[in-house]
T-cell receptor, first 112, second 116 residues
Framework: AQSVSQHNHHVILSEAASLELGCNYS??????LFWYVQYPGQHLQLLLK??????LVKGIKGFEAEFIKSKFSFNLRKPSVQWSDTAEYFC??????????FGDGTTLTVKP | DGGITQSPKYLFRKEGQNVTLSCEQN?????MYWYRQDPGQGLRLIYY???????QKGDIAEGYSVSREKKESFPLTVTSAQKNPTAFYLC???????????????FGQGTRLTVV
């Protein structure tokens, strides 16, 4: 069965600090990988995605993620966070079985 | 305006009653999903459907049922068998991608169900 594990449940950073959120998945086949963000009071929205090709993908608002196939990981990074990045972040995996699985989410709080 | 519409936004029901949550999309997406979102537990997959008249159980299907009679619609029924139905329910849709792996999901605004 496929699963997604996010390492950090709650991360607190000061503005301008660097961010890395861990995501590992378990599935034997090929996958599409995603990071979604949910700002307070808003819908979930796509931050970035990886389907194939360059394992380093760039998303909106300066976020990027790196797919490391050997580690089954897709970690999210941002060099310098802003107060407006305060949100909940979800890693997700889509498999060739049509199933879409999310991690438990990481709440990021950025202190001004 | 393309998107996913869930209704109602808030729903209250008495214990023991079945309740149906609506989800409609006009994005012409093949795949549709229902998730339950509880604090600290992320989004847990209830049911998903890749094509009309076909759907599969997700990770927490017990006490729920769905139908997919039309491409645009994927209603979820929370039955009296669901032991802890009070939750926030999210519907999503996506396109079928290469290798049968779906592309990114688009989400509705959610329905908050409270059972009293």
């Amino acid at each position: 069965a496929q699963s997604v594990s996010q390492h950090n449940h709650h991360v607190i950073l000061s503005e301008a600090a660097s961010l890395e959120l861990g995501c590992n998945y378990s599935y034997g086949g090929t996958v599409n990988l995603f990071w979604y963000v949910q700002y307070p009071g808003q819908h979930l929205q796509l931050l970035l995605k990886y389907f194939s090709g360059d394992p380093l993908v760039k998303g909106i608002k300066g976020f990027e993620a790196e797919f490391i196939k050997s580690k089954f990981s897709f970690n999210l990074r941002k060099p310098s966070v802003q107060w407006s990045d305060t949100a909940e972040y979800f890693c997700a995996v889509n498999t060739n079985a049509g199933k879409s699985t999310f991690g438990d989410g990481t709440t990021l709080t950025v202190k001004p | 305006d393309g998107g996913i519409t869930q209704s109602p936004k808030y729903l209250f029901r008495k214990e023991g009653q079945n309740v149906t949550l609506s989800c409609e999309q006009n994005l012409n997406h093949d795949a549709m999903y229902w998730y339950r979102q509880d604090p600290g537990q992320g989004l847990r997959l209830i049911y998903y459907s890749q094509i009309v008249n076909d759907f599969q159980k997700g990770d927490i299907a017990e006490g729920y049922s769905v139908s997919r009679e039309k491409k645009e619609s994927f209603p979820l029924t929370v039955t009296s068998a669901q032991k802890n139905p009070t939750a926030f329910y999210l519907c999503a849709s996506s396109m079928m991608g290469e290798g049968n792996k779906n592309t990114e999901a688009f989400f509705g605004q959610g329905t908050r169900l409270t059972v009293v």
